[in-house]
């Protein structure tokens, strides 16, 4: 066993294992471990360069050879090792996690010795690389937040296990804010699983070459999701271009659709910040272009729309069909995913397809510079980049491999990537407003202007729910810019007053969201297709109902126009948002103990959240709802739809009528 000093860096080696602690960035730690002859080069998350972090010059390094222990402080965070290799983190000298051991260690006589488990496991897989366990004590009093998306109702993820793989509708963000004052990252972009259990704290990784995580200290939440976005990116600045209503639906099958839509909310008076083409606007996936058949002329309907200040945006898609005018060559020079045993295919859906490889910088390249030439060209301003994670016929994550590796290793990065090829064609372009859409992420996707919304769900007021703590959560993972698809996307019906009345409701929150986007494949499914002939184009896929604002009744349309308006007089405070989403990480949706972190009450409240710091939003979230019970903290508030008053450190119950949600405006 034996400690060296490497610059502002701990090295413990015992065995095989060499461990590595070093200072990244202010009041943090980057923590690796290997069994192998060296560490490798990969940063995966840890993005930004050492030398824009503050308080990685004052490190102290300390070994006590008598006791053979060692402790590195990077300000506010200590690290001690202890001789059996066991890691103890303080914050402040107090203890806020510690990894867990219980083998033979003298100092630890109360812990079974019988149990032989370590805290840091490496299994080894036959031909090379681990499946990686790491093991941390559980604190019964500590609450667990951030993590990504995931389709749950729970705010705090204590007790929860979470898959960390990509999913449609499941976004996996490996970082941790804890209640103790501390953010954990796993930085490591393998399948595996996090279990925040009772008696442990878990990680998992089903495929790496070594144990990688880093753990920040602060004195406040929002400190700590400033110190991450510090050490992994942060989000552009959002133009207030973006900030108004978006318009979408499955699907505008021709530009003939796409214009009529436009020119009604012209006339309506209703500004559309942005119009949305979905997919199969193409003749085969991978073509990546319109049909010209249905979009005879994509730069006339541009001009048009540009004309009325509305941004074009339209859906790309990552899998290649056999026969689409792209496959031959990209299969020929290697860009597609590959499979490990059986048939070359990942996706069948509508096609006999392939996914391109987004970890390969000339699959990259190659979308872009078709995309460029097929959408940009015309016009189109935006790109959403559905089907991200990507979706696979089966997630069984063994079976695919990508040039950086095998999928178990390296895919949860793929939507990173899959950004990256957009934002970096874009910014070579000279473009300095970019803003795509995505349907997955991994750590730091904020840096490539990414929006994401939380996925195909369903049109119920569960899933309503369950989207308010999707919306705080993605935040506190470093993700700023996140939307839903108002209403929900699947099996809503404009003709069953249940499902108008949840569409009311879910656009109301949908204002106090960082983007207001209407989406959805509305039912029935009756519409017939342009033609029946063919099995392939624009034509013979189906379309949903109609799904813009007037689809409804007059009393809807009367209730959307109302909030549209209101979120239009927003926009100057957003942009404020948006400026500190830019220059600290800040969320736009925020839990309610982000702003108020002494607040006892606020650390359990799941179903309202702060809309920056001076608008609490309480979301009617039942059906029938009229009225609901809100907590106030302390300070005066002002309900903005009565204009009342009301003193902060209590909970009221206040009138929410189906056009308007109860939102409170904080007063200095």
Known sequence: MAFKKSLNALIWSKGNETLRIEAWGKDSLRVRSTLNADFTKNDWALTEPLAKFAGTGSVRISVDEKNNTAVITNGKLSAQINHSGVLTFTKDKKTILKEYHRSYDPDTSRESVCLKVTPRQFTPITGGAYKLTVRFNSCDDEQIFGMGQYQSPYLDLKGCVLELAQRNSQISIPFAVSSLGYGFLWNSPSVGRATFGKNMTEWFSECTEEMDYWITAADSPSKIVENFTAAVGRAPMLSSDYLGFWQCKLRYRTQEEVLTVARKYKELGIHLDVIVIDFFHWIRQGDWGFDSDYWPDPK???????????????????????????????????????????????????????????????????????????????????????????????YD??????????????????????????????????????????????????????????????????????????????????????????????????KDKKFVELLERWFEFAVFTPIMRLHGDRDPHDIEPLEKVKQWGGGYLYTGQPNEIWSYGEEAQHIMEKNIKLRESLKPYISKLMKEAHEKGSPVMRAMFYEFPKDKECWTLRDQYMFGSEYLVAPILHAGQTEREVYLPQGTWENINDKKKYKGGQRVTVAAPIDCIPVFRKNA
Request: proline share 4%.
């Open 300 to 394: 006339a309907m541009c001009d048009e729309l540009h004309a009325m200040g509305t941004k074009v945006m339209v859906s790309v898609w990552p899998s290649v069909d056999r026969q689409s005018r792209n496959f031959a060559e990209m299969s020929e020079k290697g860009l597609l995913v590959r499979t490990e045993r059986g048939p070359l295919q990942t996706y069948t859906w509508s096609g006999d397809c392939i996914t391109f490889d987004a970890t390969n910088p000339k699959a990259r390249e190659f979308i872009w510079n078709v995309c460029k030439k097929s959408y940009v060209k015309y016009g189109v301003d935006m790109f959403w980049l559905d089907n991200a994670e990507p979706d696979y016929d089966v």
């Open 397 to 494: 994550y063994d079976h695919y491999r990508y040039q950086l590796g095998p999928a178990l290793a390296v895919s949860n990065l793929y939507p990173k990537f899959y950004a990256q090829a957009f934002y970096d064609g874009m910014k070579k372009m000279g473009k300095k407003d970019i803003v795509n859409l995505e349907r997955c992420a991994w750590v730091g996707n904020q840096k490539y202007g990414t929006i994401l919304w939380n996925g195909d769900v369903q049109s119920t007021f569960e899933c309503l729910q369950d989207s308010v703590v999707q919306g705080i959560n993605i935040g506190l993972a470093g993700i700023p810019w996140w939307t839903t698809d108002i209403g929900g996307f699947m099996y809503g019906n404009p």
